[in-house]
């Protein structure tokens, strides 16, 4: 079964740095795309970022391109998301999570992880 | 960017009664849509994809339908663990995935 955790989330001031991970388990990493998603308190889902199976092809939505960055470790089985100049409207629950497919982009999210809380605030 | 609408925002209805949510595109998405089911407090979890076909594991209560800008998620006869909050997804722009604002799913 799928396994993604989560970490590396918590309290952080606005114009701050923060760097998430995602560690993946129990599937070949380096033969999917993977991807980012958050949810404010309270708010629906919104999508921030995808990264090929290399990691040589990477999208973002417009909220976060300039000031987040998407990586991946396959040696590692890690995925990352470098949060840069972080805002108050920052603060959600972010989850990585797999793409259903082996070495293709459908962006269909076939498995998440259980999401690490970051909070930007003074 | 690709609009998702879904209605209602919220729902009560008791276990047993046939739900229905729609979700509707700010254009044609061709089959290119997906439902996720979130549970309070936990991840969202895949139901449904490319409009209809049932994720592996998934109940069969559970049926999806639609092509173009209108789809409709049913749950056909309500369980106690469907109570959560159902998500529609297009996946026709692949880079820039949008989901709808969510329907909760409460006890009547």
């Known amino acids: 079964q799928v396994q993604l955790v989560e970490s590396g989330g918590g309290l952080v001031k606005p114009g701050g740095s923060l760097r998430l991970s995602c560690a993946a388990s129990?599937?070949?990493?380096?033969?999917?795309?993977m991807s980012w998603i958050r949810q404010a308190p309270g708010k629906g889902l919104e999508w921030l970022s995808y990264i090929s199976s290399s990691g040589s092809t990477r999208q973002y939505a417009d909220s976060v391109k300039g000031r987040f960055t998407i990586t991946r470790d396959n040696a590692k089985n890690s995925l990352y998301l470098q949060m840069n100049s972080l805002r108050a409207e920052d603060t959600a629950v972010y989850y990585c999570?797999?793409?259903?497919?082996?070495?293709?982009?459908?962006?269909?999210?076939?498995?998440w992880g259980q999401g690490t809380l970051v909070t930007v605030s003074s | 960017d690709i609009q998702m609408t879904q209605s209602p925002s919220s729902l009560s209805a008791s276990v047993g009664d046939r739900v229905t949510i729609t979700c509707r595109a700010s254009q044609s998405i061709s089959s290119y849509l997906n439902w996720y089911q979130q549970e309070p407090g936990k991840a969202p979890k895949l139901l449904i994809y490319?409009?209809?076909i049932l994720q592996s594991g998934v109940p069969s209560r559970f049926s999806g339908s639609g092509s173009g800008t209108d789809f409709t998620l049913t749950i056909s006869s309500l369980q106690p663990e469907d109570f959560a909050t159902y998500y529609c997804?297009?996946?026709?722009?692949?880079?820039?995935?949008?989901f709808g604002g969510g329907t909760k799913v409460e006890i009547k």
């Open positions: 997804q297009q996946s026709y722009n692949t880079h820039l995935l949008t």
């Open positions: 490319a409009a209809s």
């Open positions: 129990e599937f070949t990493f380096s033969n999917y795309y």
């Open positions: 999570a797999r793409g259903q497919n082996y070495d293709f982009w459908s962006g269909t999210l076939e498995s």
